[in-house]
C-alpha cells in the first residue's frame, strides 16, 4: 500500500502563492492519474486538479489560471503550485491517485491545510 504524504500548507493572505507537495512512498510512474483534492469545513472532499501520466492536466473550473498541477515520476511526488489564491481556497488538500472522480486507489494521507486570509 502506497502511503501519501502532502506538506506545503500554511497561512498565506489572498492573492499570494504555495507550492503543495505530495510524496509517495512508492513508485507513482505506472499510475495514470494523479489528483489533489480539497476539503473546506463542512464541505465534502472534492477533486480540484489532475495529471495523466501522458501530461494531460484538468482542472475545476474554479482554480483554473490559478493553480498548477504537475508530477515528477522520477522522485514520486506531485505538486500542486497555487497562485493568486482566494480565501474560498482555504481547506485541507489531500493528493491521490485517481480512479475515477472521488474513487482513489490508496487511503488517504493527513493532508495539508491551506488558510488564505482576505
Known amino acids: 500500500q502506497v502511503q501519501l504524504v502532502e506538506s506545503g500548507g500554511g497561512l498565506v493572505q489572498a492573492g499570494g502563492s504555495l507550492r503543495l507537495s505530495c510524496a509517495a512512498s512508492?513508485?507513482?510512474?505506472?499510475?495514470?492519474?494523479m489528483g489533489w483534492y480539497r476539503q473546506a469545513p463542512g464541505k465534502q472532499r472534492d477533486l480540484v486538479a489532475s495529471i495523466t501520466s501522458g501530461g494531460n492536466l484538468n482542472y475545476v473550473d474554479s482554480v483554473k489560471g490559478r493553480f498548477t498541477i504537475s508530477r515528477d515520476n522520477a522522485k514520486n511526488t506531485v505538486y500542486l503550485q497555487m497562485n493568486r489564491l482566494k480565501p474560498e481556497d482555504t481547506a485541507v488538500y489531500y493528493c491521490?491517485?485517481?480512479?475515477?472522480?472521488?474513487?482513489?486507489?490508496?487511503?488517504w494521507g493527513k493532508g495539508t491545510l491551506v488558510t488564505v486570509s482576505s
Open positions: 491521490n491517485a485517481v480512479v475515477t472522480g472521488n474513487l482513489v486507489m490508496y487511503s
Open positions: 512508492g513508485s507513482i510512474f505506472s499510475i495514470n492519474t
